[in-house]
Nanobody, 127 residues
Framework: EVQLVESGGGLVQAGGSLRLSCAAS????????IGWFRQAPGKEREGVSCITRRDGSPYYADSVKGRFTISSDNANNTMYLQMNSLKPEDTAVYYCAATGILLDYGFGCARFYSPDWGQGTQVTVSS
């Protein structure tokens, strides 16, 4: 059974940093596409940053490029999202996701097919 457990969310002032962690179990972590998504109130869930294991470099949404960094510790089945220079518009519930199936079309997080999700962790950035 796939399990994904996020941690590291919280309340931070604009300009601050947070590091999210996602502990994974129940699947071949190094073979799955992994990533971070977020959902703000009243908005659809969006892909923030993803590692497909097939592209040359991680995908980042334009809104977070240069501020967020995704990483993967395959030895410990854990992925991270380092978030710097946080803005109030980054406020959302952040979810980690994993999938063994990628669509043949699309790019980055949009290629995830029927991913498994963690329970989510709240990130609130105050102005």
């Amino acid at each position: 059974e796939v399990q994904l457990v996020e941690s590291g969310g919280g309340l931070v002032q604009a300009g601050g940093s947070l590091r999210l962690s996602c502990a994974a179990s129940g699947f071949a972590f190094e073979d799955y596409a992994i990533g971070w998504f977020r959902q703000a109130p009243g908005k659809e869930r969006e892909g923030v940053s993803c590692i497909t294991r097939r592209d040359g470099s991680p995908y980042y949404a334009d809104s977070v490029k240069g501020r967020f960094t995704i990483s993967s510790d395959n030895a410990n089945n854990t992925m991270y999202l380092q978030m710097n220079s946080l803005k109030p518009e980054d406020t959302a519930v952040y979810y980690c996701a994993a999938t063994g199936i990628l669509l043949d079309y699309g790019f980055g997080c949009a290629r995830f097919y029927s991913p498994d999700w963690g329970q989510g962790t709240q990130v609130t950035v105050s102005s």
